[in-house]
């Protein structure tokens, strides 16, 4: 039987892991990271519908249920607007009846812990990928640094941007980064926070460009109410995924609920310069430094670098 190895259990390499074993392939997915909690960070993820057709293709029918199950409300789409939250223009989402062919807000976290449902056979945690060999049958053997290897007909690097299959395998690509920094933070859908944030953010995604920068934000409420909490921290697998409602005494240990929030970020061409000083001009400008102000502290001392990538070099 064919076997494919995976390097790089994110995303994509765990959906592709779900899709290999759902069509029976044996597969083999190996992710650097020590466990499935060793990175709790991450945006919201709006899945287009060509994305929702690819999940449905390639998850258990149980496991595309609790997806759609635990998404929140995308919204109306992408709404453009001046920094006097003049609107411009506004494409909004197709509403479409099939989850297949909708758009969905996930949380990042959760989705990952989804797409590990089901994978312990085939997903090693700890396994730092470090090159491959090409053997003259044609096989190939993958190394890793704590000195084991692992051998199949097909290697997929899943590995991320920064990916060492794609540096060894296409040695003169090299990747460049983007002429910009930013600042970004989550901002919880309170009642205080409701009272002041501008009703044009409360819905789906909105872009603001002053005449220079510009703000984007992204809201993200449950199927419910503004306050139901939605799981999102570890495995939602070992409950019914209703929900991990707060004190239920089947959510795992560090299954943290997390009430809807507006994700937001501002960027601007490299300089270093940080959010609350972006905007000189009033309108979003003094929503920006207020949404710094009040999201998590880590964003409202956080300063703005002149580097936009990683100093960590993989």
């Known amino acids: 039987m064919t076997r494919i190895i995976v390097i790089g259990g994110g995303i994509g ?99 990952r812990r989804l797409l590990l449902h089901g994978l312990d056979d085939i997903v090693e945690f700890d396994k730092e990928f470090v090159g491959y060999e090409q053997l003259p049958d044609g096989r190939v053997v993958a190394s890793f640094a704590d000195g084991s290897t692992a051998t199949g007909d097909l290697l997929v690097g899943a590995d991320g941007s920064r990916s060492r299959v794609r540096r060894q395998f296409l040695p003169d690509a090299r990747t460049t980064d983007a002429p910009g920094v930013g600042i970004g933070g989550k901002l919880p859908l309170t009642e205080a926070n409701l009272a002041w944030l501008p009703p044009e953010l409360l819905s789906g995604k909105n872009m603001i460009l002053p005449k220079r920068d510009f703000l984007f934000t992204s809201c993200r409420r449950s199927a419910g109410s503004v306050a139901t909490p939605l799981c999102t921290m570890r495995t939602c697998c070992a409950t019914p995924w209703s929900g991990c409602a707060a004190g239920n005494s089947r959510c795992p240990s560090r299954c943290a609920s997390t009430r809807a929030g507006c994700w937001w970020t ?49």
């Open 13 to 111: 390499g765990l959906c592709l892991g779900q899709g290999l074993r759902r069509a029976g392939i044996d597969v083999a997915v190996y992710e650097r990271d020590t466990t499935p909690d060793a990175r709790l960070q991450g945006y919201r993820l709006n899945i287009e519908p060509v994305g929702s057709r690819a999940l449905q293709a390639c998850l258990p029918e149980d496991l595309w249920h609790t997806l759609i199950a635990t998404s929140g409300d995308p919204g109306r789409g992408m709404g453009v607007f001046t920094e006097r939250l003049h609107e411009l223009m506004r494409e909004d989402d197709v509403l479409a009846p099939d989850p297949a062919e909708a758009t969905h807000a996930v949380s990042r976290i959760t989705l």
């Open 266 to 314: 501002v960027s601007r061409p490299s300089a270093p310069r940080c959010a609350t000083s972006l905007w000189p001009r009033p309108g979003a400008g003094r929503c920006a430094a207020r949404l710094a102000a009040s999201s998590a502290p880590a964003a409202r001392s956080a300063r703005c670098a002149e580097r936009s990538s990683p100093t960590k070099a993989d």
